[in-house]
């Protein structure tokens, strides 16, 4: 899956999704790799915001290969499972992330 696809997915997932997280936050997904590149999304205020770039000072930051991700946003890969296992690397508020994830799903 190159990365414009890999945007994509989070994309259409993060934007369709209303059941956001109830506070206002910021994410990065650092995808690794020769497919890799990194997502910056947020909700502010009820709005959704996402681009393909790096930002510093993220409330949450994600990391995973690239084979990773699509094994887990397919759903053949469980998110709490890679994140016990290292296959998902996760740094700043975790139970941030468990709500993204919950909301991406």
């Known amino acids: 899956m190159s990365f414009d696809e890999q945007y994509k997915v989070i994309e259409d997932k993060f934007?369709?999704?209303?059941?956001?997280?109830?506070?206002?936050?910021?994410?990065?997904?650092?995808?690794?790799?020769?497919?890799?590149?990194?997502?910056f999304?947020?909700?502010?205020?009820?709005h959704k915001f996402i681009e393909?770039?790096?930002?510093?000072?993220?409330?949450?930051?994600?990391?995973?290969?690239?084979?990773?991700?699509?094994?887990?946003?397919?759903?053949?890969?469980?998110?709490?499972?890679a994140f016990t296992t290292g296959k998902i690397k996760a740094t700043g508020n975790v139970m941030l992330a468990l709500s993204i994830y919950n909301s991406l799903r």
């Open 15 to 39: 934007m369709e999704n209303n059941t956001a997280v109830s506070r206002n936050y910021t994410a990065q997904f650092h995808i690794t790799g020769k497919d890799g590149g990194d997502i």
């Open 41 to 46: 999304f947020s909700y502010m205020n009820g």
């Open 52 to 81: 393909p770039v790096r930002h510093n000072g993220a409330d949450i930051n994600i990391t995973m290969t690239s084979d990773t991700f699509e094994e887990f946003m397919s759903g053949r890969l469980d998110g709490f499972k």
